[in-house]
């Protein structure tokens, strides 16, 4: 039985991944840092803290941390006031998933990227709990935030769908004892670990219908 359903934000409603990739690339160049191989899929699911040390850190960019968050939170503000890029369907998979159970929604963007997401793509009502990493102790692979938003639409986490696309947000709505339905990004596949722990893949958003929730329930 699910008593209710989660989805992440960035890879499942809005394909900002390689937005995200090419604001922070084009940041860490241009502050003299150095962007590894490994480096977008170590970021995907890390709080903005989280990310905005690794990047000042790890991959020495010559700013602070508190700087490196907020001038890249901001050219994503930027970018999103233009174009929001909402994946093919997603609205409608929320909107029909609304009608039937409480939405939650678990994103690694911070707060106001959230607010501008779900106000330019009509979505802001559909969800009964919306938190950002950035308001927990631990970003993802840690199960904070899907735990926080189980206990804000008071329900228990075991009863929970989660929808996520990244390896990092899978493992996070996994730990938190929520089944897992994985929408992987073509550009940025799951790790074996990570794929073995969601319930069901999915090619596209738009195959994960009100149907496919009762039976996975």
Known sequence: MTDAVVFDL???????EPVWEEVRRAYVATHGGTWQPDTQRRLMGMSTGEWAHYLSGELGVGRTAEQVAVE???EMTRRY????????????VV????????????????????????????????FGATLSTEQTERGKPAPDVYLSVARSLGVDPTRCLAVEDSSNGVRSAAAAGMRVVAVPHGSYPLDPDAAGLAVVTLHAIGELTPELVDELG
């Open 10 to 16: 960035d890879g499942v409603i809005v394909d900002s």
């Open 72 to 74: 890249v939170v901001e």
């Open 81 to 92: 006031r233009d174009h929001v890029p909402l994946i093919d369907g997603a609205d409608q």
């Open 95 to 126: 909107r029909r998933l609304a009608a039937r159970w409480p939405l939650g929604l678990a994103s690694s963007s911070p707060t106001r990227l959230i607010e501008a997401a779900l106000a330019a793509t009509g979505l802001t009502d559909a």
